[in-house]
């Protein structure tokens, strides 16, 4: 699955793409810490980018777990993650987690790739329900949600907990499909 806009393209992630997941993860440590704290240690070196990246390849190929890149058509410069993750087959239910780096933050990309998502995840994968689970105080992430047509479902008591940090209360917003 490739989709295009606005001069950005999403695709599933495949071998070439550890070198820029490691750069993107360490150009954006700050970014992603306190909400990826697994992907961030996965990715640290190049070696370990490698590794992470062969098995997303796996997950993508078994069904597992689906990580798409989110990329600037002509320069090719990785711009964000999207995961579809904690898939559910018999109750066809799937997760989204996404970052955007910052050279992107504020363009409404996440917005949109989840949109192209959205009609992949509930059409070519047959999932019914889709989630989206953030904190209440990450705008940015409630407003994705909100901007497509996900409804706010109810507040996961301590759904999270950041490396160093209590456990945090997650909101829980879901679509459905129709």
Known sequence: MTAQFDGFEINPVHEGDAWKICNFIIANT??????????????????????????????????????????????????????????????????????????????????KAIKVLNEYALNELQLETLQIIANKDNQSSIDVALNNDFKWQKTLLNGFTPPGESPLDME???????
Do not use: H, M
Not at 53 to 61: A, L
Not at 173 to 178: G, I, P, W
């Open 30 to 111: 700050d970014r992603l810490k306190r909400y990826f704290p697994k992907t961030l240690e996965q990715n640290l070196t190049p070696t370990l980018s490698q590794i992470f990246v062969e098995k997303k390849v796996k997950q993508f190929q078994n069904r597992e777990e689906f990580l798409f890149t989110i990329k600037e058509s002509e320069t090719r410069a990785l711009a964000g993650l999207i995961y579809l993750k904690e898939l559910n087959w018999e109750t066809k239910q799937g997760e989204y987690a996404y970052c955007i780096g910052y050279p992107f933050k504020g363009n409404g990309l996440i917005t």
């Open 172 to 178: 829980l917003y879901e679509l459905y499909k129709n």
